[in-house]
């Protein structure tokens, strides 16, 4: 299933149905995945890097590009200290290659420089050379990973409309569901998108995801509307219980696929890996 987008250089969402085509995402053959949220601090990064490590740990090559331009965390995730950064390709300082860095579990990372205000808003310029970057990285990949800032931002929504598939993160609160129902509907109005995936973090009891996005795709079915032929799919990907070793991995600044395989945190990461995984077999 495909979409539209507000740019036509830029692939629309190649669905998250399983069976379904794999996304045409332009030269290359990356699969390619924004991992947004409407809120901060939801665990949006949490959840792009241990992805990234689940989907490398079955053999995928990942790239995560650090695509919060202005306050990037991604390197604090994984208690990384980059003396290469996107900034430094962005101002020909360093070549892409001396940029990707390893990260634990096998995947690579592209990290972005945090307090940078001149990549705060939307120039052509900064429009330009992100399309260049993931142009160059997505034919040395199987998943290149979009970990994008939360909300609504041209920047935000420039970076998520880079991607053919969107995952948005929200946990159970009142204002990150609220958030989450805004930046949604914006990509559905703005971008075309008639398909997007929820992953509910922090969960409190099993099946509360289930809830969350039977509720959300009413609202949005009712204000977003339908195309003849192409309703409004918001489709549950997964959810992650409260679990405390996410709370000790985060401190450790560790990956909680690594050092906590067996928390209910991990397997469901590893779940939403192979589920992502099953949407492209025989393709």
């Known amino acids: 299933m495909s979409t539209t987008t507000t740019d036509p250089a830029v692939p629309g969402s190649g669905g998250f149905s399983p069976g379904s085509s794999r996304p045409v995402t332009g030269r290359g053959g990356a699969r390619t995945l924004a991992v947004t949220s409407g809120k901060g601090g939801v665990g949006k990064t949490f959840v792009t890097a241990n992805l990234a490590a689940a989907l ?60 940078m205000v001149e990549y705060s808003r939307l120039t052509p310029d900064v429009r330009d050379k992100l399309l260049h970057i993931l142009e160059l990285v997505k034919p040395r990949f199987d998943w290149v990973l979009l970990d994008t800032g939360a909300g609504i931002s041209d920047v935000v929504l420039f970076s998520i409309s880079m991607a053919a598939d969107v995952l948005v993160v929200a946990t159970p609160e009142p204002t990150s569901l609220t958030d989450a129902y805004a930046t949604i509907k914006v990509l559905a109005t703005q971008q075309g998108r008639r398909e997007v995936g929820l992953l509910v973090n922090q969960a409190n009891r099993v099946g509360e995801g289930k809830l969350i996005c039977g509720q959300l795709q009413q609202v949005l079915q009712r204000f977003v509307g339908s195309q003849p032929g192409h309703p409004f799919k918001l489709e549950l990907m997964g959810e992650v219980k409260s679990d405390q070793t996410v709370r000790q991995a985060v401190l450790k600044r560790q990956l909680v696929l690594e050092h906590y395989p067996g928390s209910d945190a991990a397997q469901a990461i590893k779940a939403l890996a192979n589920k992502l995984l099953a949407q492209g077999q025989g393709l």
């Not at 919060?68 to 360093?94: C, Q, R, W, Y």
């Not at 892409?96 to 972005?112: D, N, T």
């Open 56 to 115: 490398a740990l079955r053999g995928q090559k990942v790239l995560v590009l650090d695509a919060d331009l202005g306050l990037a965390n991604l390197d604090v995730v994984l208690n990384l200290h980059p003396k290469l950064t996107l900034h430094d390709v962005f101002t020909e300082k360093a070549t892409l290659e001396q940029a990707i860095l390893p990260a634990p579990c096998g995947f690579s990372v592209l990290l972005a420089g945090s307090g």
